[in-house]
């Protein structure tokens, strides 16, 4: 790996489906869709992010607005340093697969992520590496979550498509993948390739 | 099979209705026709087939309602062969066995089809010599099959052994088909012809649509063939080379032949049944006798006595005034035309017998049947003589007719020579090679007799039917047959082939074609090597 992967936060919450990380910093969050992992080259689970969040770190307390006299939000911010530290940014992500020995396999782990792992965006060449096969496109239709799952699909195959000089490949092979997958559904089909369209 | 023309997969299918293919999303619908072969690997054996049609489908009918655009190329080029796909019909024909018991035993007709998912290509040029064969001492090349190279051969011993037929629309290559044919039977197979060439096309030269002239039987293979011809000044006109001119005697007309020319004649019946009664009147003169009959007191007894009506008597007068007309025939004739073909069919000279000016259908039918009843009696006689005494029987005669509805249509194919031979077949070593347009004018039970059939282009639906009735997978072919290019393609199946096959025919016409079908000729040098050898 000749790039180095940018750490992005540390596991806070850990299930067989998925897991939610918290960031370092404030709204510094990894976008929608694209693909992050947790442990090193050899062993270690691959997730997309599929929903984000920004909170009060107590669950009971709501922000309050604090705007009325500033010229901009920035100063917000500005005028009250203690907020980043008393906001926090979570994403939480859906497990389309794991490493193991250096094999990426493209299934659920046998076990959930730890808490305290870091958590890692994939660089191009791991998102390729990640993209020859498509099992993971399964696991992202059938997954139950609030993000509508063609949009999350067409995100993901939209980020990881970036990685390529020439993402229209991948897209095509992708594509056909869903196809196979959404045979009886074109509708859906057609909403993914409309959003996924180079 | 060929790896590189992988079309898809066995996905569903039936032995009656032939299997699904799936196209791969590489494979196009366009590039894959109708009568194309293809071979289907399935687990322990190998399978021929058809295709027998071609289809699009989807996964989701929604997609035919909601198309992506036409501009849009990125999703034509996903839904395309996965969620939109091409579906071929294949009827499979043969099975090829994996183990060494097979190779030997060849292929098989099958009796199952290929396992699901069984990978399928279009067929390789070796895969068609292996069912087909190569070009031999017994097999003739025909032709191509439909987009391919290798050479389709027929079995031409195998062949004569059954009569056959061969059928198209005018204008769709029957002649050419029949020539070549023709020649292949005599080069390979060891049985004379017998053909009676209404247009004169067969025997010294024919021609094309394009108004060329191509070379006919004789002038490709003068000392195996002779021209007879039923009229003299037309041959000459053409400056066609005869070895004999038919006439034919009145004497030598039978009552049984007036009954096929009833209709042609317009005869009554009564008419017909007063040849009867007037042949055991007279005797073989009857027709000279007949017509010597004039009004009057003597002969209204003479027709009483024999209880003819007078209008019987006229319709059959007018009958035998017509056929008297013909010019070739004549009162009485020493060398009967008979006797004559006879000899030359014995001595293994093949015999093409020339109409002239007498394209009419009457005189056809006269002189084929007239012709025809004598010497399959002959040959009837001769078989039955050689399996009493145990030697070898006549070679193998192939009477070859045109417009063959005329002489086996339901109404006279019991009557006339032509329909004992297609029904009694070979066993007096004498098959028939029928050529017709209208196919569905022959009586049925004739055309479940005829063994191999060849068919150009066929468009009226009776016609298609009764030239595939029996057949099976029957429905599968109609959509090949009635798909062929309305030229020089043609489909053939039945007996001498071991599954039917869409082919294109040789070339015919052309210097370089003459030169494939005759056997090599010795260059003059080495002919005056051997002349010289001669000498010394």
């Given at each position: 790996m000749n790039e180095t992967s940018q750490r992005l936060g540390e596991v806070i919450e850990a299930s067989t489906t998925g897991f939610t990380a918290q960031c370092y910093e404030l709204y510094d969050l990894p976008p929608l869709g694209s693909l992050v992992r947790t442990g090193d080259s050899t062993n270690g689970l691959f997730a997309v992010v599929c929903h984000a969040v920004t909170e009060g770190l107590e669950p009971g307390r709501k922000p309050i607005a604090r705007g009325k006299d500033e010229p901009d939000e920035e100063s917000i911010f500005q005028s009250n340093p203690q907020l980043s530290k008393l906001l926090r940014s979570e994403f939480s992500t859906l497990v389309v697969g794991h490493r193991k020995g250096g094999r990426i396999l493209q299934y659920l782990p046998p076990?959930?992520?730890?808490?305290?792992?870091?958590?890692?965006?994939?660089?191009?060449?791991?998102?390729?590496?990640?993209?020859?096969?498509?099992?993971?496109?399964?696991?992202?239709?059938?997954a139950k979550i609030e993000t509508p799952a063609d949009e999350l699909i067409a995100a993901t195959l939209r980020i990881m498509g970036a990685s390529y000089a020439d993402p229209r490949p991948f897209l095509i092979g992708a594509g056909k993948e869903l196809a196979s997958l959404l045979g009886e559904d074109y509708g859906k089909l057609k909403a993914i390739l409309e959003r996924i369209k180079p | 099979m060929n790896e590189d023309v992988r079309l898809g997969l066995v996905v569903s299918g039936s032995l009656s209705e032939g299997v699904a293919v799936r196209l791969d999303s590489k494979a196009s619908v366009e590039d894959v026709v109708v009568g194309r072969y293809v071979t289907i690997e399935g687990k322990s054996r190998r399978f021929l087939g058809m295709i027998t049609d071609v289809k699009l489908d989807a996964s989701d009918e929604r997609m035919t309602f909601a198309p992506p655009d036409p501009g849009d190329t990125f999703s034509a080029e996903i839904l395309s062969g996965t969620s939109a796909y091409g579906l071929l019909t294949v009827t499979p024909y043969l099975v090829i066995g994996g183990d060494s018991k097979a190779v030997v035993e060849g292929p098989q007709p099958v009796k199952t089809i290929p396992s699901h998912f069984s990978p399928v290509g279009l067929s390789s040029d070796s895969d068609i010599e292996l069912v087909f064969g190569k070009e031999d001492d017994k097999r003739f090349w025909i032709g191509n099959p439909l987009d391919m190279e290798t050479k389709l051969c027929l079995n031409l011993?195998?062949?004569?052994?059954?009569?056959?037929?061969?059928?198209?629309?005018?204008?769709?290559?029957?002649?050419?088909?029949?020539?070549?044919?023709?020649?292949?039977?005599?080069?390979?197979?060891?049985?004379?012809?017998?053909?009676?060439?209404?247009?004169?096309?067969?025997?010294?030269?024919?021609?094309?649509?394009?108004?060329?002239?191509?070379?006919?039987?004789?002038?490709?293979?003068?000392?195996?063939?002779?021209?007879?011809?039923?009229?003299?000044?037309?041959?000459?006109?053409?400056?066609?080379?005869?070895?004999?001119?038919?006439?034919?005697?009145?004497?030598?007309?039978?009552?049984?032949?007036?009954?096929?020319?009833?209709?042609?004649?317009?005869?009554?019946?009564?008419a017909v049944e007063a040849c009867f009664t007037l042949r055991k009147h007279f005797g073989r003169n009857w027709i000279k006798s007949t017509l010597e009959i004039d009004a009057g007191e003597e002969s209204e007894e003479l027709l009483k006595s024999l209880t003819i009506?007078?209008?019987?008597?006229?319709?059959?007068?007018?009958?035998?005034?017509?056929?008297?007309?013909?010019?070739?025939?004549?009162?009485?004739?020493?060398?009967?035309?008979?006797?004559?073909?006879?000899?030359?069919?014995?001595?293994?000279?093949?015999?093409?017998?020339?109409?002239?000016?007498?394209?009419?259908?009457?005189?056809?039918?006269?002189?084929?049947?007239?012709?025809?009843?004598?010497?399959?009696?002959?040959?009837?006689?001769?078989?039955?003589?050689?399996?009493?005494?145990?030697?070898?029987?006549?070679?193998?005669?192939?009477i070859t007719i045109e417009e063959a509805h005329k002489f086996l249509n339901p109404e006279v194919a019991s009557q006339t020579i032509f329909g004992t031979i297609a029904r009694e077949m070979r066993k007096y070593n004498c098959t028939l090679l029928v050529i017709d347009q209208r196919p569905s004018g022959i009586d049925s039970e004739v055309m479940s007799q005829l063994g191999t059939k060849i068919t150009c282009l066929l468009d009226n639906e009776k016609d298609i039917d009764s030239v595939l009735a029996g057949i099976s997978g029957k429905n599968e072919l109609k959509g090949v047959l009635a798909k062929l290019a309305s030229k020089q393609q043609a489909l053939v199946f039945g007996h001498a082939v071991p599954m039917p096959v869409a082919f294109s025919p040789r070339e015919y016409g052309s210097r370089e074609s003459y030169k494939d079908f005759t056997p090599a000729e010795t260059s003059p040098r080495e002919v005056e090597k051997n002349i010289d050898e001669l000498w010394r």
């Open positions: 076990q959930p992520a730890r808490i305290h792992s870091f958590v890692h965006a994939c660089t191009a060449e791991e998102s390729k590496d990640f993209g020859r096969t498509f099992g993971f496109l399964n696991i992202l239709l059938n | 011993p195998e062949l004569v052994k059954r009569s056959n037929g061969i059928f198209g629309k005018s204008g769709t290559g029957k002649t050419f088909l029949t020539r070549i044919l023709l020649i292949g039977m005599l080069q390979k197979s060891a049985c004379v012809n017998l053909v009676f060439d209404m247009h004169s096309e067969y025997g010294w030269e024919g021609s094309s649509e394009k108004g060329r002239k191509v070379k006919a039987l004789k002038q490709l293979f003068p000392t195996k063939v002779s021209i007879f011809s039923l009229d003299e000044e037309n041959a000459r006109r053409r400056q066609v080379s005869t070895d004999f001119i038919v006439k034919i005697g009145y004497d030598e007309i039978e009552p049984e032949d007036m009954a096929l020319l009833r209709q042609t004649l317009n005869l009554t019946d009564l009506h007078e209008s019987s008597f006229q319709s059959l007068k007018r009958g035998l005034g017509t056929i008297t007309r013909l010019s070739f025939m004549q009162p009485h004739v020493e060398q009967r035309a008979v006797d004559f073909v006879l000899k030359y069919l014995q001595q293994g000279t093949n015999v093409v017998l020339e109409f002239g000016r007498y394209t009419d259908i009457t005189a056809y039918i006269l002189v084929a049947n007239l012709l025809t009843r004598r010497i399959y009696s002959q040959y009837r006689d001769q078989t039955e003589k050689a399996l009493a005494e145990d030697t070898k029987p006549p070679a193998p005669l192939v």
